[in-house]
């Protein structure tokens, strides 16, 4: 593009000379970034700080090229006012008054568009720093939370421990109770066999009530000997060989040996029938050929052939009571 030259005074001419070079960058500087400007428009839907840092590049960079651009138009404004813009003249510029006075209208519109996209620009940076504000606020509470819920998580896992050490404990509680309970089991079997042994012995017709039976009657029968021993017991000094029996069928009598020995004498000796004195201060009863014990009372119970025989040579010294019978060999 050829410039028209124009006529006018030196004054302006070296005025509009002299802003020409920085005028002309400002200019195209402010043109270019306004038609960037118009180009970036910002999307507050987006996240702010993806949304910025991308304009931010993209600012960056077209300004890397305006920056160029610039660089460049100063170098040929420069070659054209050195050149005159190639149709001589005075002074060589090239250019009317009219033209640079539309030419700094246009520059005072574009530095009018920088200024406002500086001030964008700021908003962006102070909208940016407020949202990293809030990211951080919301990113230290989260990570409280996380922190908190963490803590909670640890607490279950200790409680879920405990749970399983005690359903540990329950278990082995459980075997040991098993256990136990078979040792009750087998006591109770046997507790149910001694019952049953001890009912068999004190029932009606157990042998500890047929061994009472007895005793009360032996008791009954010794009180009578005992009776008759006291009006009828008298010392006898018998010879060796000598017997003493109870005289009559229904009699009895009751012998203490004093001094020597002596035998019991039984026409019963078949393991069926068997039958003897009885030893009351022993609590037994003494079959044939026993040997007595000194002091002990005797009892002969009937006369039916049971009694005692001296065995001592020197013959021996007894107490007898009731109704007796002596043989001497």
Do not use: C, W
């Given at each position: 593009?050829?410039?028209?030259?124009?006529?006018?005074?030196?004054?302006?001419?070296?005025?509009?000379?002299?802003?020409?070079?920085?005028?002309?960058?400002?200019?195209?500087?402010?043109?270019?970034?306004?038609?960037?400007?118009?180009?970036?428009?910002?999307?507050?839907?987006?996240?702010?700080?993806?949304?910025?840092?991308?304009?931010?590049?993209?600012?960056?960079?077209?300004?890397?090229?305006?920056?160029?651009?610039?660089?460049?138009?100063?170098?040929?404004?420069?070659?054209?006012?050195?050149?005159?813009?190639?149709?001589?003249?005075?002074?060589?510029?090239?250019?009317?008054?009219?033209?640079?006075?539309?030419?700094?209208?246009?520059?005072?519109?574009?530095?009018?568009?920088?200024?406002?996209?500086?001030?964008?620009?700021?908003?962006?940076?102070?909208?940016?720093?407020?949202?990293?504000?809030?990211?951080?606020?919301?990113?230290?509470?989260?990570?409280?939370?996380?922190?908190?819920?963490?803590?909670?998580?640890?607490?279950?896992?200790?409680?879920?421990?405990?749970?399983?050490?005690?359903?540990?404990?329950?278990?082995?509680?459980?075997?040991?109770?098993?256990?136990?309970?078979?040792?009750?089991?087998?006591?109770?079997?046997?507790?149910?066999?001694?019952?049953?042994?001890?009912?068999?012995?004190?029932?009606?017709?157990?042998?500890?009530?047929?061994?009472?039976?007895?005793?009360?009657?032996?008791?009954?029968?010794?009180?009578?000997?005992?009776?008759?021993?006291?009006?009828?017991?008298?010392?006898?000094?018998?010879?060796?060989?000598?017997?003493?029996?109870?005289?009559?069928?229904?009699?009895?009598?009751?012998?203490?040996?004093?001094?020597?020995?002596?035998?019991?004498?039984?026409?019963?000796?078949?393991?069926?029938?068997?039958?003897?004195?009885?030893?009351?201060?022993?609590?037994?009863?003494?079959?044939?050929?026993?040997?007595?014990?000194?002091?002990?009372?005797?009892l002969i119970p009937r006369g039916d052939g049971r009694g005692i025989r001296i065995t001592s040579v020197d013959g021996a010294y007894v107490m007898i009571g009731g109704r007796f019978t002596i043989a001497e060999p």
């Amino acid at each position: 593009m050829k410039l028209k030259r124009v006529k006018t005074n030196k004054g302006a001419r070296a005025r509009v000379a002299a802003a020409m070079p920085a005028a002309i960058a400002l200019a195209l500087a402010l043109a270019f970034s306004m038609s960037v400007y118009g180009t970036v428009i910002y999307d507050s839907s987006k996240d702010p700080v993806v949304a910025y840092s991308a304009m931010e590049q993209y600012v960056g960079d077209q300004l890397d090229e305006i920056r160029g651009q610039i660089n460049s138009l100063t170098s040929r404004v420069e070659l054209v006012e050195l050149t005159g813009g190639g149709g001589g003249g005075e002074g060589g510029s090239g250019i009317s008054l009219a033209g640079a006075e539309q030419l700094l209208s246009r520059l005072s519109a574009l530095e009018a568009g920088y200024t406002e996209l500086a001030a964008e620009n700021a908003s962006l940076r102070s909208q940016l720093d407020s949202t990293r504000s809030e990211l951080t606020a919301l990113i230290s509470g989260l990570e409280g939370d996380v922190a908190s819920i963490q803590t909670e998580l640890t607490s279950i896992s200790d409680s879920i421990d405990s749970l399983r050490n005690q359903l540990t404990t329950l278990k082995s509680d459980v075997t040991t109770l098993s256990k136990n309970f078979s040792q009750i089991s087998s006591l109770s079997t046997k507790l149910e066999t001694v019952t049953y042994k001890v009912n068999a012995l004190t029932g009606t017709n157990g042998d500890v009530t047929k061994l009472k039976e007895s005793v009360a009657e032996l008791t009954e029968r010794l009180g009578q000997v005992a009776e008759e021993a006291g009006r009828l017991f008298v010392p006898v000094h018998l010879p060796y060989g000598a017997v003493v029996t109870a005289e009559g069928e229904d009699g009895s009598a009751l012998v203490i040996l004093r001094a020597g020995s002596a035998e019991v004498v039984s026409p019963f000796t078949d393991p069926v029938t068997r039958q003897g004195l009885n030893d009351l201060s022993a609590g037994v009863e003494l079959y044939n050929g026993e040997r007595l014990t000194l002091y002990h009372d005797l009892l002969i119970p009937r006369g039916d052939g049971r009694g005692i025989r001296i065995t001592s040579v020197d013959g021996a010294y007894v107490m007898i009571g009731g109704r007796f019978t002596i043989a001497e060999p």
